[in-house]
Every structure is written in structure tokens, then in C-alpha cells.
């Protein structure tokens, strides 16, 4: 195409006025004052070809995108260059998507991986330091799905989008978590820049359920329940990272005695918020008296006791366990629970603590829950203690 080259004579335009123009501006700053209001009506009137050196080619639908180039590229016939430009740059048949992520407070959120939809040269899509990522798909409808590090920061649910062009455009709000639970060790979590603070909940690990006394068909007393410690408010200025230990549940008896639930640990700088595991005791062992006890491990939730009475086993059912999630009840049970006592030969078990602790012969089944003893005729094991968990929830 040809520009325009003025001649720089003041002359290359022409201006209309409206017919009244005299009577509405009869003087200079009448004039003046419309036009520093930019009420002032003028219409451009063509050009005066005695003031360009070159007189350029007019930009029109004929000579920058064509009905017939539309139609080659199937794109609408109303599309602008840059729609052209993006369908070549899409290839036929594919539809671009830029996604714009942003955190809570609605400023780009850089980093976060994209899943759904590929990037124009078929590689995987990392939000960039706008919080945008633009890929593209062969599909007019997309399922799209993210991923990021930040624990205080919920991740998005699946986002189903329809394309609604060459080009479509959704922007994603990131919204902060309510809270996290964690049952696995992390030697540094992440969380993004706008955490100040920490509530942490920390639930010991589950003690192992005891050994039967088959010689008087006993089953083993329950492990205890794992130990919960609540403390709120802990600053994350002193340290930027957050270290959790997870205690891991007490094995039940076998070749050797149960063994106690691990301690859960988070810490936060100098701050360590502890929880102890539930307390595994020995196998039952009649000794041939008429009337022997087996008490159940200590803990959040004693352990479930086995007894003998009366030539006939008995067992007891696990305890329950104290401590809601930030001590807030609404929130529910932390964890713990003891195991029950196992099944006496000949009779029935017994539930376990609430409210994790395992039934007779069973594994906790939820943090920190104690394993129900052994059956008392020595065919069903003792039951494993649940491994511990933490809870955190930040303060934005």
C-alpha cells in the first residue's frame, strides 16, 4: 500500500461547518470557547490534493480484507484484519482461548497451569506475568482446568467454555481456600503472598491394636487415638515457610507388640504446634484366673479393654475422642478415636471410638483413629491406627 506524504503547507484538508455557524459563534472567543469545549461542529470534507506530495490508498474493505479473503479463511464477512491475522496464525479449523487468571483481589495471577487446551505449538500452558495463557483447540466447546502451589488458594473447578469466535476470552477469579487438611508430610508448603496469618490444627497418629489371648478366647485390647492441639493466629511474617511432619499410624500386633501412633508436628518459624500419637499396649495374656482385664492404649480416646469373666471373653467398645477442627464445633471432629477391643471367641465386636477409631479387628479409618484389637479365636488380625493429619487456614 501507498501512504500519504504531506506537503506540510497546512492546506491538505478541508473542513465543513454547519449553516449557522456565523449566528451560533457570532464572535472570536465565542469560537474559541466551543472550541476548547470540543462542542465545536466540523465535519473533515475530503482532501485537497495540492497540499500531499503523495496521496495515499484509502483504507477501505477492498484493499484490507476482502469478503472473498473472509470467505477463503471461514471467517465472518464483518471480521477485521486482526481476526485474519489470528485465524492464519491459528491455522483452518482451530479456535484460539486466552485465559486470563487473577487472584482474590483481582490483580494478574502468574504461574498457574492450564489444562484443556494446548499452546499454538502444541506444548503445555503456564499462565504468564499478566496472568494470561493463550492456546488453542480444533473444538468450539473446551473443558479447561487449572492447577497452582498456593495451599490457601482453592483451586478452580472445571471450566466448560463455548467459543464464541476466532478468538474467545474468560477470565478466571481465583478464590481464597476456607481450609486445607493435609495428611501427608511436606518439608515446605507454599502459599501465596497475601497469607498473613495461620490457624493449625494438628491430629496425632492412631495407635495399633493389641494381640489376642487365644488360650482363653480374649481378643486384644484397642490402640488409642491420636492426640489434637489447636493453636490460631501463628504469624507468617517471622518465616516464609511452613514445614509439616505427619505422624504415621501405630502397627498392629504381629510378629511384635503394637506400636504407638507417630507425632504430628507444624511449624512455623520458632512455632511448633505438636500433637502426640495414641498409646499401643501389650498383647492380652491370661494368666488362668477367673477374672482378668485388658485395658485399651491411652489416648484421644482410649482404647476399647478386653476382660475375662466368667470362663467367657468380653471386649468393650472404643472411646471417643475431644477436639473439633480450630476448636470450633461447627467444623466438626478433628480426629481420634480408640480402636475397640477385638472379638471375644464365640460373641460380637464392638464399634470403634468416634470418630475415627477402628471397630473390633479393624484400621482407623480417619486421622488420627486406634486400631481394634485382634479376634479373640486368633482369625481376624488387630487392626493398624490411622495415620495423623493438620489442618490450616489462612488469614488473608
Given at each position: 500500500m501507498k501512504d500519504s506524504i504531506l506537503l506540510g503547507t497546512g492546506n491538505s484538508r478541508y473542513l465543513k461547518s454547519v449553516e449557522d455557524f456565523k449566528t451560533r459563534y457570532p464572535t472570536y472567543e465565542a469560537f474559541a470557547d466551543a472550541l476548547i469545549a470540543g462542542a465545536l461542529p466540523v465535519d473533515l470534507n475530503g482532501i485537497n490534493r495540492d497540499g500531499f506530495q503523495q496521496v495515499g490508498d484509502a483504507l477501505n474493505t477492498g484493499n484490507l480484507l476482502q469478503d472473498s479473503t473472509c470467505e477463503i479463511l471461514g471467517i465472518p464477512s464483518e471480521s477485521v484484519p486482526n481476526d485474519a491475522f489470528a485465524k492464519l496464525a491459528l491455522g483452518i479449523g482451530k479456535y484460539g482461548y486466552v485465559i486470563?487468571?487473577?487472584?482474590?483481589?483481582?490483580?494478574?495471577?502468574?504461574?498457574?497451569?492450564?489444562?484443556?487446551?494446548?499452546?499454538?505449538?502444541?506444548?503445555?500452558?503456564?499462565?504468564?506475568?499478566?496472568?494470561?495463557?493463550?492456546?488453542?483447540?480444533?473444538?468450539?466447546?473446551?473443558?479447561?482446568?487449572?492447577?497452582?502451589?498456593?495451599?490457601?488458594?482453592?483451586?478452580?473447578?472445571?471450566?466448560?467454555?463455548?467459543?464464541?469466535?476466532?478468538?474467545?476470552?474468560?477470565?478466571?477469579?481465583?478464590?481464597?481456600?476456607?481450609?486445607?487438611?493435609?495428611?501427608?508430610?511436606?518439608?515446605?508448603?507454599?502459599?501465596?503472598?497475601?497469607?498473613?496469618?495461620?490457624?493449625?490444627?494438628?491430629?496425632?497418629?492412631?495407635?495399633?491394636?493389641?494381640?489376642?489371648?487365644?488360650?482363653?478366647?480374649?481378643?486384644?485390647p484397642g490402640g488409642g487415638g491420636g492426640y489434637v492441639t489447636t493453636q490460631k493466629g501463628v504469624d507468617l511474617s517471622e518465616s516464609p515457610v511452613i514445614k509439616v511432619a505427619i505422624g504415621k499410624g501405630g502397627a498392629p500386633a504381629g510378629e511384635k507388640d503394637a506400636s504407638d501412633g507417630g507425632t504430628t508436628t507444624v511449624s512455623v518459624g520458632n512455632t511448633t504446634v505438636t500433637a502426640k500419637g495414641g498409646k499401643a499396649v501389650a498383647d492380652a495374656n491370661w494368666g488362668g484366673g477367673d477374672?482378668?482385664?485388658?485395658?485399651?492404649?491411652?489416648?484421644?480416646?482410649?482404647?476399647?479393654?478386653?476382660?475375662?469373666?466368667?470362663?467367657?471373653?468380653?471386649?468393650?467398645?472404643?472411646?471417643?475422642?475431644?477436639?473439633?477442627?480450630?476448636?470450633?464445633?461447627?467444623?466438626?471432629?478433628?480426629?481420634?478415636?480408640?480402636?475397640?477391643?477385638?472379638?471375644?471367641?464365640?460373641?460380637?465386636?464392638?464399634?470403634?471410638?468416634?470418630?475415627?477409631?477402628?471397630?473390633?479387628?479393624?484400621?482407623?479409618?480417619?486421622?488420627?483413629?486406634?486400631?481394634?484389637?485382634?479376634?479373640?479365636?486368633?482369625?481376624?488380625?488387630?487392626?493398624?491406627?490411622?495415620?495423623?493429619?493438620?489442618?490450616?487456614?489462612?488469614?488473608?
Open positions: 486470563k487468571v487473577t487472584f482474590p483481589d483481582g490483580t494478574p495471577a502468574p504461574g498457574v497451569s492450564v489444562s484443556g487446551i494446548l499452546s499454538p505449538l502444541g506444548k503445555s500452558l503456564i499462565t504468564d506475568g499478566e496472568g494470561i495463557a493463550v492456546g488453542v483447540s480444533e473444538k468450539t466447546a473446551v473443558s479447561v482446568s487449572f492447577s497452582h502451589d498456593w495451599k490457601d488458594i482453592a483451586i478452580p473447578e472445571t471450566v466448560a467454555i463455548q467459543s464464541s469466535g476466532i478468538i474467545t476470552e474468560k477470565t478466571i477469579a481465583l478464590q481464597y481456600a476456607p481450609y486445607i487438611t493435609i495428611t501427608s508430610s511436606i518439608a515446605s508448603l507454599s502459599y501465596s503472598k497475601f497469607a498473613k496469618a495461620v490457624d493449625i490444627t494438628a491430629v496425632g497418629a492412631g495407635a495399633g491394636g493389641a494381640g489376642a489371648a487365644w488360650n482363653a478366647g480374649v481378643g486384644g477374672y482378668e482385664s485388658y485395658p485399651g492404649g491411652i489416648g484421644n480416646g482410649n482404647g476399647g479393654r478386653t476382660f475375662y469373666q466368667n470362663n467367657d471373653g468380653h471386649a468393650s467398645p472404643g472411646g471417643n475422642a475431644t477436639g473439633y477442627i480450630f476448636d470450633e464445633q461447627d467444623l466438626g471432629p478433628a480426629g481420634g478415636g480408640g480402636g475397640a477391643g477385638g472379638t471375644p471367641s464365640g460373641g460380637s465386636g464392638k464399634k470403634g471410638g468416634t470418630p475415627y477409631g477402628g471397630g473390633s479387628e479393624q484400621n482407623g479409618n480417619g486421622p488420627g483413629g486406634g486400631g481394634g484389637g485382634e479376634s479373640g479365636d486368633g482369625n481376624n488380625d488387630a487392626g493398624r491406627g490411622s495415620n495423623g493429619a493438620a489442618y490450616l487456614r489462612f488469614i488473608h
